[in-house]
């Protein structure tokens, strides 16, 4: 137990979950621009002809943040813990 009132407790976790999304993804996706500039140049005309395009585009096809989704083959109750 800890004298950490529940609104400061609230105001941490949502700090550390800004910190976690706004720098584990924006650190990715810089990692992954720079990346693919040095593999492919025609990937470094692309970002200079329209860099919020390129990025956009980038993140479509490796996403700074993974999801899935799957398909159930019938009706199905989930139970998530």
């Known amino acids: 137990q800890t004298d950490e ?11 550390d979950a800004s910190l976690f999304a706004g720098v584990l993804g924006t650190t ?3 990692t992954k ?8 140049g025609n990937h470094v005309m692309m970002f200079r002809k329209n860099a919020g ?11 700074a ?3 899935f989704t ?12």
């Open 5 to 15: 009132s529940l609104q400061d407790k609230l105001l941490r976790n949502v700090i």
């Open 28 to 30: 990715d996706m810089t």
């Open 33 to 40: 621009c720079v990346q693919s500039q040095f593999k492919d």
């Open 53 to 63: 395009s390129y990025l956009h585009e980038l993140m479509r096809l490796d996403a």
């Open 65 to 67: 943040v993974q999801q």
């Open 70 to 81: 799957t398909a159930l083959e019938e009706e199905e109750t989930m139970m998530l813990e």
